[in-house]
């Protein structure tokens, strides 16, 4: 009998366990793909600007905006009616 109690411990414990583990990986999952797509609407708000002041915007410039963080983006937002020239954007 003392061996089932421990048996029946164990896999009671196991499953609170994995339970716990699914629900912190799907809350991990859930922020992440808020940041992912926080980041792709910030790409898209500074290419849409990019294109309404200076343009056509070079591949090269979509290339830099499709590796950048979330905060390089806003960052470069801010400065698209400071500067003059699309380069500028990013010095």
Known sequence: MTRNSAQEWKDMHH???LREGLEQG???GIERGVEQGSTAEARNILLRQLRRRFGEVPAEIETRL???SREQLEDWIDR???VETVA???D
Do not use: D, T
Request: proline content about 0%; cysteine-free; aromatic content about 14%.
């Open 26 to 28: 799907l809350a991990q």
């Open 80 to 82: 698209v009616y400071e």
């Open 15 to 17: 499953q609170v366990g």
């Open 66 to 68: 499709n590796g950048a």
């Open 88 to 90: 500028a954007v990013f």
